[in-house]
């Protein structure tokens, strides 16, 4: 019998919000956003159906600060890398629980509406893999900000 594990998560989607990025008190760059994957189906009476996923993405030291510098809301992403569950109790006393995808690679896979793409790098690939730091527990809990994200787009993918 195998000990060996996997655990690496492979999304493709638009941002919900823009990228916030902060720094824990090492100095360490931190940056968090939200990511929605869209998915249609056909159900068993032949209709049409469509769904959406949340997650929240996490990036850690340089490829944090690359994110927050290169992604925007509603703009479409490749990331790349591990779930992780962070669990911690609140001042009045409540647990509380989060999943995160904690990523160590990041392809921006479209311009930004607004930006030139003569000065878009729109392929940057940033790579960094670390030990993920611990969050303080006191930072909010992911609320998904779905307003102008980017469901129906038709972009495609440029490779």
């Known amino acids: 019998m195998s000990t060996r594990s996997l655990n690496r998560v492979t999304l493709i989607g638009n941002l919900t919000k823009d990228p916030e990025l ?4 090492q100095g360490t760059a931190v940056c968090t956003f939200g990511l929605a994957t869209n998915r249609e189906w056909t159900d068993s009476s032949g209709q049409k159906q469509e769904g959406a996923e949340f997650h929240r993405i996490v990036a850690w030291g340089k490829l944090g600060e ?12 490749f990331v ?19 999943t995160e995808v904690v990523i160590e690679e990041m392809i921006a896979l479209n311009t930004p509406k607004g930006t030139s793409s003569d000065n878009y790098v729109p392929n940057y690939t940033a790579t960094e893999t670390r030990a993920a730091e611990p969050v303080s527990p006191a930072e909010e809990v992911f609320s998904a900000d779905v307003k102008g994200a980017d469901k129906d787009s038709t972009d495609e993918i440029p490779f």
Request: positive net charge.
């Open 22 to 25: 902060k720094y824990t008190p």
């Open 80 to 98: 790349e890398g591990r779930l992780q569950t962070r669990q911690w109790k609140t001042q009045d006393g409540s647990d509380r629980q989060i």
């Open 66 to 77: 690359i994110c927050s510098q290169l992604l925007v809301k509603g703009q479409k992403a």
